[in-house]
């Protein structure tokens, strides 16, 4: 395994291009190269952390017939582009690009390098050689939301909100649709930080939400801050992506984790036996992408209920999107008996009735 920093990788001169000699030995003999690019650290604890521990998964499985690589801390946009060329360029063929941001370099890079198979997390973009890949973290807001609305005692929950995108809007959704299961009358309070990891300003969003009467801060970030700011308060909420128990074990109640493993086993298989072949997945509990930390600092009934809706999900007793569901207008979005498809949800941009704030333009 290699370990290499964006900045590092400026400082070497990258440049985008594609070398057909180069791809070829891609496919030549000995280890098959899989890349990995990440937006954030590998020790956030959270998003970049779980992809990384899932790298190293990979690499557990298939010895010494892979070499994977990683980039950390590449910000989305003309960065990533030279990043994923560079991974392209030196022999890797498989690249799990992971974040949204990286789509549209993803496709820019996969037309120069049409015989590298490229992999983007959470994107929509497909091409021949570019598949997509997700997790449905919805699904455990809506566990978040039952936990919610059995212990909080205001009424009042604070969410920090990373960038406006669908992803981060229907998690707000069912976030609030599985609390006032619970509580008809229970409220989602917002802070948009507009950046996947930024922990002064996910730890500051957390202070601003309990100053303002929430007694439980959800999230949609990468840090520790959140849970830590709550630990400090003697108060409660949620990691994000991993199990982030060990840096508040006093205040995390459980945390979604996303489980790519299985996934990146599975595809790079395919490239070493000549099946891969580009498409969409979206898996959640029932697949086991989406999985959820022991439920901890509550309750056995709360966490029977929590177990019950992570279950009901999985099994489809439950369809968190069926109607009826009002705006924030009041306004009926989902009619009764109604549900929404997929491509209603993974567009959505509208919020429930009972989250308070608005989507940034």
Same mark, same amino acid.
């Given at each position: ?25 891609? *496919? ?13 650290? @590998? ?17 557990? *499985? ?26 392209? /360029? ?8 992971? /974040? ?6 993803? #496709? ?11 992999? *983007? ?26 936990? /919610? ?26 976030? @609030? ?15 948009? @930080?507009?950046? =996947? ?13 309990? $100053? ?31 199990? %982030?128990?060990? +840096?508040?074990?006093? +205040? ?19 490239? %070493?036996?000549?099946?891969?072949? /580009? &498409?969409?997945? =979206? &898996? ?13 600092? %509550?309750? $056995? ?16 007793? #439950? ?16 009619? +009764? ?6 491509? +209603?949800?993974?567009?959505?941009? =509208? ?7 608005? @989507?940034?333009?």
């Amino acid at each position: 395994m290699k370990r290499r920093t964006f900045n590092k990788l400026l400082g070497a001169g990258l440049v985008a291009g594609a070398a057909p000699a180069i791809i070829g030995r891609a *496919h030549a003999a000995g280890p098959l190269g899989v890349g990995f690019i990440y937006v954030g650290p @590998i020790g956030d604890l959270g998003w970049n952390y779980q992809h990384d521990l899932s790298r190293k998964e990979l690499e557990k *499985h298939y010895g010494d017939k892979i070499k994977t690589t990683y980039v950390e801390n590449v910000p989305e946009g003309p960065d990533a582009e030279r990043v994923l060329a560079d991974l392209a /360029s030196k022999g890797n063929s498989l690249i799990f690009a992971t /974040s949204f941001g990286y789509m549209n370099p993803t #496709i820019k890079v996969a037309q120069k390098f049409p015989k590298v198979h490229f992999e *983007h997390a959470t994107g929509y973009k497909r091409a021949a050689n570019v598949a997509t890949y997700n997790i449905r973290f919805y699904e455990s807001r809506y566990v978040e939301g039952i936990i /919610s609305g059995m212990m909080s005692k205001t009424g009042k929950v604070g969410y920090i909100c990373s960038v406006p995108i669908p992803e981060v809007v229907m998690g707000l959704n069912a976030y @609030i649709i599985g609390m006032r299961t619970i509580n008809p009358k229970a409220t989602i309070r917002m802070v948009w @930080i507009n950046s =996947w990891y930024d922990p002064g300003k996910e730890g500051d969003a957390a202070k601003a939400l309990f $100053d303002q009467g929430c007694d439980i801060v959800a999230q949609h970030t990468d840090s520790t801050s959140p849970l830590q700011v709550a630990q400090q308060r003697g108060l409660l909420g949620f990691g994000e992506a991993s199990d %982030m128990y060990n +840096a508040a074990p006093k +205040a995390q109640l459980t945390s979604p984790v996303n489980n790519w493993a299985p996934y990146y086993i599975e595809r790079t298989k395919a490239v %070493m036996d000549g099946t891969w072949k /580009s &498409g969409d997945v =979206w &898996g959640g509990f029932k697949s086991g992408m989406m999985q959820m930390a022991p439920y901890k600092n %509550m309750p $056995d009934n709360v966490a029977a209920a929590a177990k019950a809706a992570q279950d009901g999900i999985a099994s489809g007793a #439950i369809d968190i999107y069926k109607g009826p569901i009002k705006d924030q207008s009041g306004a009926i979005k989902v009619a +009764a008996g109604s549900t929404l498809d997929d491509k +209603a949800i993974s567009g959505m941009n =509208w919020l429930a009735e009972g989250v308070e704030g608005q @989507i940034p333009k």
